[in-house]
């Protein structure tokens, strides 16, 4: 049987080569000193598995002299330089390796909290580069009996919290994504109130960057803060607004911050890098040796199950050819994922399960189903750390139960699925269907029968239904300097309604208070497909 060939396009530690070396039945081929074009037109085409770092761009170009490719393994936990839809087109895997990192990440976090408290770089530069013996000039604080506010508790920000509580430190985790026993057994406070966090003496951040979370701390929650605030960085750059964390520094609302990471990298010319009161560092969180050994053996590893089709750990796709799929049923694949979405934005709260229901041929893929259904509910918290592969393990890992049925088809239509979401607060249910050939419909949202595209930016407005509701919304919108560009009404038996609006333009929390203000007003939110 001729050997695999393992492509290593960037360069790792020796400890990962050496893994691949040593496999008699791999055929590694170390081509991290190559030109990139030789790179992908001459030795890509041989691989089997790529290993890829941030040097080499799995874009269009890469993947058309990729015939042959089973998997790529991003050495890593950034995949911003992957299509990783352009693999699952191709059946190609794409796979990181998002916790060998971990430790450096936890550690540099502690050392910018203790820099800040003590504004170690400072006294040091007086000292050494300036010659200066000033003491007094370095008074700092203690960590003692300081509020630490953790936003994100997952695999380093619950780490920082267990080393933060050796520094007898009072710590809070915000996390509306984890159960609260995650924290509480750890002997930290858990909160759903992001005030909470923002009322800490010191304030630190873990979360993935997403649309949720980008800006996610800016003027507003800094001027709720404690004067003299301590805000720490070590995540991912933009989770602070950078505008907001500049001003409040120069203002002294902050009085130090420790940034690892910025919006825009290499950040040579940033504007925090001219103030005196920030400990900055270049995008340090992986830059340890273990941590660069153990993410090299990780990926060898890997790669190498990757390779004899053992395994795909940590897989970030599809590990099938979208042209094995039945065509009919491609169009129900997506449109399942965007009611996924769709139904954990409507609910925007800790969900407890997940039910699919399927009524018709569909049936025959309830599995595939599922799994895009869950794909298109946790990626709204999760984003890229869920995916097609890893969706239902993530669900369980989370405390989510997953539950599947197959009716009998008594819709009048071809093929009906529904996903029905519980939260802790509350059942969301929500159908849809394809007509013709591709047309996808939601055509029940709870107990309303609607006929709605999933498109666009949506208000759902559940009201008593009496007269004049829809002119008081219309209105309120239009006073927003929104534009309806779609209205969708259903009732129900028990005198209420549920209007889908679309509109044109960002919904604002403005514009949801006045609606919900409204005395006909059952409940109000919005989602965006």
């Known amino acids: 049987m001729p050997k695999l060939t393992i492509v290593v396009c960037d360069h790792i530690h020796q400890k990962g080569l050496d893994i691949l070396a040593n496999d008699a039945k791999i055929n590694l081929i170390n081509a991290a000193d190559e030109p990139k074009d030789r790179l992908i037109t001459e ?9 890829t770092r941030s040097s080499t761009d799995v874009d269009q170009f890469f993947l058309e002299h990729s015939d042959n490719l089973k998997a790529v393994v991003r050495a890593g936990v950034g995949v911003d330089n992957v299509d990783i839809d352009g693999c699952s087109k191709r ?3 794409v796979m990181n390796v998002p916790t060998a990192n971990t430790i450096a990440a936890v550690e540099l976090t502690m050392a ?12 040091h530069n007086n000292l050494k580069v300036d010659r200066v013996w000033r003491r007094q000039d370095w008074y700092g604080t203690e960590l003692k009996d300081k509020k630490l506010g953790i936003i994100g508790f997952g695999n380093i920000g619950s780490r920082v919290g267990k080393r933060a509580k050796a520094f007898e430190m009072e710590v809070i985790a915000y996390d509306p994504y984890i159960d609260p026993c995650k924290a509480t057994d750890l002997d930290i406070a ?3 109130d992001f005030n909470d966090i923002l009322a800490c003496d010191i304030i630190t951040i873990h979360t993935p960057k997403t649309k949720e979370t980008i800006g996610m701390v800016g003027s507003k929650e800094i001027a709720k803060m404690k004067d003299g605030v301590i805000l720490i960085n070590c995540a991912r750059g933009g989770l602070y607004d950078e505008d907001a964390l500049l001003e409040g520094l120069k203002s002294g609302k902050i009085a130090m911050a420790g940034i690892d990471v910025f919006n825009k990298e290499p950040a040579t010319s940033h504007p925090l890098l001219d103030l005196d009161n920030v400990t900055v560092t270049p995008h340090l969180g992986a830059n340890t040796k273990e941590s660069q050994q153990n993410i090299a053996i990780q990926a060898s590893e890997n790669a190498i199950a990757s390779a004899k089709g053992i395994a795909y750990p940590n897989a970030l796709n599809l590990p099938i050819k979208e042209s094995n799929l039945p065509n009919f049923l491609k169009p129900y694949l997506e449109l399942i994922q965007k009611m996924g979405h769709m139904s954990a934005q ?8 997940i039910k699919i229901v399927t009524e018709g041929e569909v049936s025959e893929h309830i599995n595939s189903l599922t799994t895009f259904a869950t794909v298109g509910i946790l990626r709204e918290s999760l984003e890229d750390s869920v995916n ?5 393990f993530v669900a369980n890992d989370i405390g989510i139960e997953i539950e599947k049925e197959s009716q009998i088809n008594n819709s009048g239509l071809s093929n009906k699925i529904t996903i029905r979401l519980t939260t802790t607060n509350s059942i969301f249910k929500i159908s849809g269907t394809v007509l013709g050939s591709d047309t996808q419909r939601i055509i029940e949202i709870d107990e309303y029968q609607l006929d709605l595209e999933p498109k666009g930016k949506m208000i759902l407005f559940r009201n008593t239904d009496v007269p004049g509701v829809i002119g008081d919304v219309g209105h309120i919108i239009s006073s927003n300097n929104l534009n309806i560009s779609d209205f969708r009404l ?10 889908v609006v679309k509109v ?15 005395e006909t007003c059952i409940s109000v939110t919005h989602v965006s497909i």
Not at 113 to 119: A, D, E, G, I, N
Not at 388 to 392: D, G, I, P
Not at 505 to 514: N, R, T, V
């Open 190 to 192: 858990y909160t759903k």
């Open 91 to 93: 059946g190609i895997v």
């Open 112 to 123: 910018h909290l203790l820099s800040c408290v003590r504004k170690f770089p400072y006294a």
């Open 504 to 518: 044109d333009g960002d919904i604002s929390e403005k514009l949801i208070k006045e609606l919900s203000d409204l």
């Open 490 to 499: 259903g009732r129900n038996k028990k005198s209420q309604a549920l209007a």
């Open 346 to 353: 409507a609910t925007r709260d800790k969900i407890k399960k």
């Open 388 to 392: 097609y592969v890893n969706a239902e």
């Open 43 to 51: 030795i890509i085409p041989k691989a089997d598995v790529a290993i």
